[in-house]
């Protein structure tokens, strides 16, 4: 038996960096501050008495009592995080209420026959909906603020499952002044030369697509929108 007592929150944490192995890319990932998330490892190790990442100015490693310790959070959090799930789904039951999260333009002219069609097979289903920007891809499925969600993919949302609705085509927007303006097609290697606008999110599945990294020898220019 242990008596720590430790949060669920500081476990998340330590997870982002475990998964990162970079504490600037796990903070924008828990949305801390690097300061504070740093601060929030340290505590966690303090309360195990074990030193969980070996720290660099470099780098960031996982200690063998990290690796190990990281093998259990994860059992753990899959399955907290599934009885949290299996309560909300059997709250929705007994309430008739679902949760809706949507991005903007997320499944365009559909959203009205879609929500159209599921009112009228289940006119006792209050739903709730709630838009989401563009930071958080999963319109609140990361979390557990939503139960069901109009996404663009792709993207690296872990343990979701998903429908596609419909297929895009990629279409390049460029100012009429842009070298490329006079063009009817472009490929990827063309458009890598220039700076590209890229929604401001740290989902890096989202951010390598859209940010044509196959076509690049190392990430380029992007303004953040």
Known sequence: MTDID?????????????????????AARVFLTQQAL???????????GVQLFERTTRSVALTPAGESFLVAVRDVLERLDDAVAA??????????????????GAALELTAPIMTAFRAAYPDVE???REFPANDPSAGLASGVTDVA????????????????????????????HPLATRTSVSARDLVAHPLTLSDTTDEVYRAFWGLYDARSSPGAFVAV
Do not use: C, N, W
């Not at 430790?6 to 796990?26: C, I, N």
């Not at 740093?38 to 195990?48: A, G, N, T, V």
């Not at 709250?91 to 903007?104: A, E, M």
């Open 127 to 129: 739903v709730q909906m």
């Open 150 to 177: 109009f996404i663009r993919l792709p993207q690296g949302t872990q343990r979701i499952e998903t429908e596609v609705l419909f297929t895009d085509p990629v279409v390049a927007m460029v100012a009429e002044t």
């Open 38 to 48: 740093s601060r929030q490892i340290k505590e966690l190790e303090e309360e195990l």
């Open 6 to 26: 430790l949060q669920t929150r500081k476990l998340r944490y330590f997870l982002a960096v475990a998964d990162e192995l970079h504490f600037s890319r796990a």
């Open 87 to 104: 309560a909300r789904r059997t709250d929705r039951l007994l309430s008739g209420r679902i949760r809706l999260g949507f991005i903007p």
